[in-house]
């Protein structure tokens, strides 16, 4: 019998589980509210991670990075889930081997009762009462601390899925988290974070452009096959027409779940196509964007895909996340 404490939870568990103003960027400021005497600058680098393909590990990718910023680099860094398919929030929230709450999921049902997730956030900022003031306040029944790290949790939502039929108005939802990363960086007894990582759905939704418009990076993971070269320069171009009149911000570009043996290296088929992804960000970049090719690449190993599942990332490979992170760090 499924216990009903964890039904919203496992609701979502997939198949075969089992239990700043128009054309202008800026640093996102806390909008004006009421009782506040000023507007308080934001310092958090902000990463989106993105790619309008499924099964190309952006979500894994994304986690291990935040967990990298949190325990090797010792940054007090946010991890936002906005995917509505919540994959990023299940892995963590539910038990690999039972199927049971951890202590995510158990505090999750409790939000979701509360009316204390980030749709509920959005919800109240988009309300026509709201006018200038933004009553949401930011507090640990809100954002979840990942015990024994430097890593807090924003877990996504089933009800993102109203995202995909654009029932919000864009212009509403723009600098929706341009001004929620506001509010929690003014928060009382909130770090103050160096890193905010985004896991972002593969779909483009209102809120990926509230995302993507604020953001200072966007990581963009490919695989090694055919979609990678001419999928890049469709992501890329989608991503500069969809977030109009703001501009593209960096792009990052990486392989991920390359062809690797210790003994022989990058299989001949991954250097092929490293090489063509490379040509394609060279290309943006003769048209005045900052694209960038990142050389880390991710090895395709099994411990990599399970890394969420465990509360960790895998440790066999911490290295290669590591370059990763410090090579984005080169960019940002």
């Known amino acids: 019998?499924?216990?009903?404490?964890?039904?919203?939870?496992?609701?979502?568990?997939?198949?075969?589980?089992?239990?700043?103003?128009?054309?202008?960027?800026?640093?996102?400021?806390?909008?004006?509210?009421?009782?506040?005497?000023?507007?308080?600058?934001?310092?958090?680098?902000?990463?989106?991670?993105?790619?309008?393909?499924?099964?190309?590990?952006?979500?894994?990718?994304?986690?291990?990075?935040?967990?990298?910023?949190?325990?090797?680099?010792?940054?007090?860094?946010?991890?936002?889930?906005?995917?509505?398919?919540?994959?990023?929030?299940?892995?963590?929230?539910?038990?690999?081997?039972t199927g049971g709450l951890t202590p995510l999921g158990e505090w999750y049902e409790k939000a979701v009762q509360n009316k204390r997730t980030l749709f509920h956030a959005l919800e109240i900022y988009t309300s026509p009462q709201k006018g200038a003031y933004f009553d949401f306040p930011i507090k640990h029944d809100f954002i979840f601390h990942v015990d024994g790290k430097n890593l807090d949790f924003i877990p996504s939502s089933e009800e993102f899925y109203w995202f995909e039929l654009e029932v919000f108005e864009r212009d509403r939802v723009k600098h929706f988290i341009r001004d929620l990363l506001g509010k929690i960086a003014n928060a009382p007894r909130m770090p103050k974070y160096k890193y905010v990582f985004f896991d972002c759905p593969p779909n483009f939704s209102v809120l990926s452009y509230s995302t993507l418009a604020t953001c200072?990076?966007?990581?963009?993971?490919?695989?090694?096959?055919?979609?990678?070269?001419?999928?890049?320069?469709?992501?890329?171009?989608?991503?500069?027409?969809?977030?109009?009149?703001?501009?593209?911000?960096?792009?990052?570009?990486?392989?991920?779940?390359?062809?690797?043996?210790?003994?022989?290296?990058?299989?001949?088929?991954?250097?092929?196509?490293?090489?063509?992804?490379?040509?394609?960000?060279?290309?943006?970049?003769?048209?005045?964007a900052r694209v960038f090719w990142l050389n880390t690449f991710i090895p395709d190993r099994v411990d990599v895909k399970r890394a969420i599942h465990y509360g960790g990332w895998a440790q066999r490979y911490t290295g290669d996340f590591e370059k990763l992170f410090k090579e984005i760090e080169t960019i940002v």
């Open 216 to 288: 200072k990076l966007i990581l963009v993971p490919v695989n090694p096959d055919f979609y990678a070269a001419r999928g890049l320069n469709l992501i890329l171009h989608h991503l500069k027409l969809r977030i109009e009149p703001f501009p593209l911000p960096t792009v990052g570009v990486f392989m991920n779940k390359a062809g690797w043996r210790p003994n022989t290296g990058l299989f001949r088929e991954t250097r092929l196509y490293i090489e063509r992804c490379k040509a394609v960000c060279e290309e943006w970049q003769t048209r005045g």
């Open 1 to 97: 019998m499924t216990d009903p404490k964890s039904a919203n939870i496992r609701s979502h568990a997939p198949e075969g589980f089992e239990p700043g103003g128009p054309g202008k960027r800026t640093e996102f400021t806390l909008a004006n509210v009421t009782g506040l005497s000023k507007t308080s600058r934001v310092q958090a680098t902000t990463v989106a991670t993105i790619n309008f393909k499924g099964g190309v590990g952006k979500t894994t990718v994304t986690w291990c990075l935040a967990n990298v910023s949190a325990a090797t680099m010792n940054y007090p860094t946010l991890l936002f889930d906005l995917d509505a398919q919540m994959s990023l929030t299940q892995a963590v929230a539910l038990k690999p081997d």
